[in-house]
């Protein structure tokens, strides 16, 4: 059974940083492909970033490129995404997830991201 639990989201202002952290159990981790999406206030989900099972490869969405970076540590079963130069538009609740687009059992429960000042 899939489990993912995010944590490291906040408020931070425009400019700012923030590293989001998943904790994945239940599944083998380290064979996964793993995604990083979000969903703004009354919008879908938005597909972000994926890294490889190996974290050799990475990619990333034109809305986020080069402000974000996957990575992951496969012996401690964790996924990160650090986010640099935030914008308001960033604002949204961040999943991590084992499919580019999951369903509500291939997904943690999220963290919030607000960014404001």
């Known amino acids: 059974q899939v489990q993912l639990v995010e944590s490291g989201g906040g408020l931070v202002q425009p400019g700012g940083s923030l590293r989001l952290s998943c904790a994945a159990a239940?599944?083998?981790?380290?064979?996964?492909?793993m995604y990083w999406v979000r969903q703004a206030p009354g919008k879908g989900l938005e597909w972000i970033s994926t890294i490889n099972s190996s974290g050799t490869y990475r990619y990333y969405a034109d809305s986020v490129k080069g402000r974000f970076t996957i990575s992951r540590d496969n012996a401690n079963n964790t996924l990160y995404l650090q986010m640099n130069s935030l914008k308001a538009e960033d604002t949204a609740l961040y999943y991590c997830a084992t499919r580019e687009r999951p369903t509500i059992g291939d997904r943690g429960q999220g963290t919030q991201v607000t960014v404001s000042s």
């Open positions: 239940g599944f083998p981790f380290g064979r996964y492909w």
